[in-house]
Every structure is written in C-alpha cells, then in structure tokens.
C-alpha cells in the first residue's frame, strides 16, 4: 500500500530555504519513481523535481534547476526536496508522486499515487 505524507511547508520569506519531506507508511518505496509537482493557485500543477529508482537520475523544471534539489533516502522510506533561494512565484501546494516506473516524469498523467500536498508560501 501506498500512502504518501508530505510535510515541512510553511511561511518564508524571499531568498529563505526550506525542506520539503515525503514519507510512505506502508511497504518501501525503494523500487518507485519519486517526484515532486506543485500547483499554484489559479494555476495548473506543474513538474517540479523528479528521482528515478534505478539509478537515481534526477530530472528538474526549469525554473527552479540550480535552487532545488531532490533527494531519496531509501533506508527511511523518505523523499525530500531541498528548496533555496525560494522566490515568490514558488507559493504553492506542492505534491509528493510516486509510481513504479514513469516513462515521462514531466507529465502528471504518468504518476499514479500523490501525497496530500503540503503548503509554501513565499512572502516577498
């Protein structure tokens, strides 16, 4: 069973960092493809971040390459996102995704399980 629990959102303000942390209380997610979308409000969700299982490629939208970075800790069943330099535009919901293999980690459709989604807003 798959059950993803995003945590670590909050309130910043401009040029802060935070950490975003996605766990699964069920089996392992060791053999999943792991990702990270966010959805702003009046806004599409969007690809943010992804790490593949076999190999740990890691992918990553424009906008943020350079300031975040995606991370799996398979011992602790745990996936995080090391967001810095956080810019107001970053305000969203950003959601934990998960699915045994995604051909096309930028597109949502591909992704089967997701967290609830956990709140950062960026002040300026």
């Known amino acids: 069973q798959v059950q993803l629990v995003e945590s670590g959102g909050g309130l910043v303000q401009a040029g802060d960092s935070l950490m975003l942390s996605c766990t699964n209380s069920g089996h392992t997610l060791s053999g999943y493809d792991m990702g990270w979308f966010r959805e702003a409000p009046g806004k599409e969700r969007e690809f943010v971040a992804s790490?593949?299982?076999?190999?740990?490629?890691?992918d990553y939208a424009d906008s943020v390459k350079g300031r975040f970075t995606i991370s799996r800790d398979n011992a602790k069943n745990t996936l995080y996102l090391q967001m810095n330099n956080l810019k107001p535009e970053d305000t969203a919901v950003y959601y934990c995704?998960?699915?045994?293999?995604?051909?096309?980690?930028?597109?949502?459709?591909?992704?089967?399980?997701w967290g609830q989604g956990a709140q950062v807003t960026v002040s300026s």
């Open positions: 790490i593949k299982s076999i190999g740990a490629t890691r």
């Open positions: 995704t998960a699915d045994p293999w995604v051909q096309s980690v930028q597109v949502m459709s591909g992704w089967q399980y």
